[in-house]
């Protein structure tokens, strides 16, 4: 076999690929969704599960992800098809590159939004608003966000400009650079705020909450395993695009590992310091999406120098999400480079403006629309647009991807190629095969059995 090229580029090196990766993970995921579904979801034993599925899903399925994105080069949809058509299977595996662009997209649109809401706490912390604020005028100066539909739309507005500049330029560009410092400051400035929480009294009731397991439904074991999807970028092909541009002498599994240890650390952090707060202020664990919005604020608004640190922290968090949102549409974008033969700012603009539309819905969500809900017999009750969105992608599109990826990796794919592709010791080689053959098949389907109650 010849060996493939990409044709949008290489990373320059390993570190920018597990940097480029740790950027796509590390997102509002981390920060923003974990503490908020970890408090609606009772806490311990949600922990654990996501724990559990990072380690035993997550993990391998990163590693299958990048492995068939740099043995195929190309966008998911075209990866899966030649991977597909070499192992003598029907091309019809492209499906799964399908599948995986119209979830990036889907989650695009409002993680969008979200990310415009961490925008302007930028400058509303930087305002002085928050300073000796109590728990109650942080919550409301929270509503008054939400409430007003322009505010939102103008933020989400410019949150997807500067995606699409990004994407446009190609990955690479700039991009390196940025997440070389930023992510360590992120997470120097989550220390920051962990140390304040420290100083509530009520750490120990955080960690309380956290780490002791209690009861779980089905439902929530679902949305737990699907974060892990989530929270690692994997299931629609991100991962596996970037792998694209992956030199073939970089670990795999090395990378894997440092990427989701990194994300892990990330999101147990945010948690550890967002629920202290949550308790020493009478607040409510299970506050949903504004969660953080409403708890980090009281820490920068009692802390020596926190508008300073508050600034910096929103700043960052937006950082954060921008590394994440590209690539969630580069498989898209690199997709109609490849066949259409458009420019990558073409390509760009075009689906940063669909996904700008759809992202509408999710603003609407949170004023006009949040009665607007509605319920699917077995899957969910009572959701609005946004939260469907939520749900459809991250707990059924994401962990249904990664089940197509592990039954391609694990029982299609020749021995051969994969241990040749992988490249690693014997003996993780077998640890991987059993846990992408088995392992996260069965997980996935007991999981969805069990959400709708089948089992
Ligand atoms: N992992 C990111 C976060 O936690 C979000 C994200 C980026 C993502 N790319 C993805 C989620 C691909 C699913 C699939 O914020």
Request: charged letters at 15%.
């Given at each position: 076999m010849s060996e493939r090229q990409s044709i949008h580029g290489q990373w320059s090196n390993r570190l920018v690929f597990i940097l480029a990766a740790t950027g796509s993970a590390v997102g509002l995921g981390n920060i923003w969704k974990f503490p908020y579904i970890a408090g609606e979801n009772g806490g311990g034993t949600f922990v654990l599960v996501y724990l559990v599925c990072i380690a035993l899903i997550g993990i391998p399925i990163m590693m299958a992800e990048i492995m068939?994105?740099?043995?195929?080069?190309?966008?998911p949809i075209n990866t899966m098809a030649t991977l597909a058509s070499e192992e003598g299977k029907s091309n019809g595996w492209a499906a799964l590159g399908w599948m995986g662009v119209v979830a990036g997209f889907l989650i695009l649109s409002y993680y969008s939004v979200i990310a415009?809401?961490?925008?302007?706490?930028?400058?509303?912390?930087?305002s002085g608003m928050f300073t000796g604020a109590t728990a109650d005028g942080v919550s409301s100066i929270f509503s008054d966000l939400v409430s007003d539909p322009?505010?939102?739309?103008?933020?989400?507005?410019?949150?997807?400009?500067?995606?699409?500049?990004?994407?446009?330029?190609?990955v690479k560009a700039g991009l390196e650079k940025a997440v070389t410092f930023l992510m360590p400051l992120l997470f120097a400035l989550l220390l920051l705020v962990l140390g304040y929480s420290m100083t509530t009294g009520y750490f120990s009731q955080g960690l309380e909450f956290l780490f002791t397991p209690g009861e779980i439904t089905g439902k929530a074991i679902l949305i737990a395993m699907g974060h892990a999807f989530f929270t690692l970028s994997l299931g629609m092909g991100a991962i596996m695009v970037y792998g694209s541009y992956l030199p073939k002498t970089t670990s795999i599994t090395q990378a894997s590992l440092w990427v989701a240890f990194a994300d892990t650390a990330v999101a147990l952090i945010?948690?550890?310091?967002?629920?202290?707060?949550?308790?020493?202020?009478?607040?409510e664990p299970g506050a949903g999406p504004g969660l953080i919005f409403k708890t980090l604020p009281i820490a920068f608004g009692h802390m020596e120098g926190g508008i300073l640190i508050g600034v910096m922290f929103f700043l960052l968090v937006v950082f954060a999400a921008w590394t994440s949102a590209i690539s969630l549409i580069e498989p898209a974008v690199a997709y109609m480079?490849?066949?259409k033969g458009y420019k990558r700012v073409y390509s760009s603009v075009l689906i940063g403006i669909v996904t700008w539309?759809?992202?509408?819905?999710?603003?609407?969500?949170?004023?006009?629309w949040a009665d607007?809900?509605?319920?699917?017999?077995?899957?969910?009750?009572?959701?609005?647009?946004?939260?469907?969105?939520?749900?459809?992608?991250?707990?059924?599109?994401?962990?249904?991807g990664g089940l197509f990826i592990a039954i391609f990796a694990g029982w299609l794919m020749r021995k051969q190629a994969s241990t040749e592709e992988l490249n690693t010791l014997p003996?993780?080689?077998?640890?991987?095969?059993?846990l992408v053959k088995f392992v996260t098949p069965v997980a996935v389907i007991i999981v969805f059995l069990k959400a709708v109650s089948v089992i």
């Open positions: 068939l994105g740099r043995r195929g080069k190309q966008s415009g809401w961490a925008m302007s706490y930028v400058f509303r912390t930087g322009e505010k939102l739309i103008a933020w989400h507005t410019i949150f997807m400009v500067l995606t699409m500049v990004v994407v446009s330029r190609g945010a948690g550890m310091a967002i629920f202290p707060i949550v308790f020493a202020n009478g607040l480079v490849e066949n539309f759809v992202g509408l819905g999710s603003v609407f969500s949170f004023n006009i607007k809900t509605w319920s699917i017999p077995f899957l969910f009750e009572d959701k609005n647009f946004f939260d469907t969105l939520d749900y459809l992608t991250a707990n059924i599109m994401l962990p249904l003996v993780i080689y077998k640890v991987w095969l059993f």
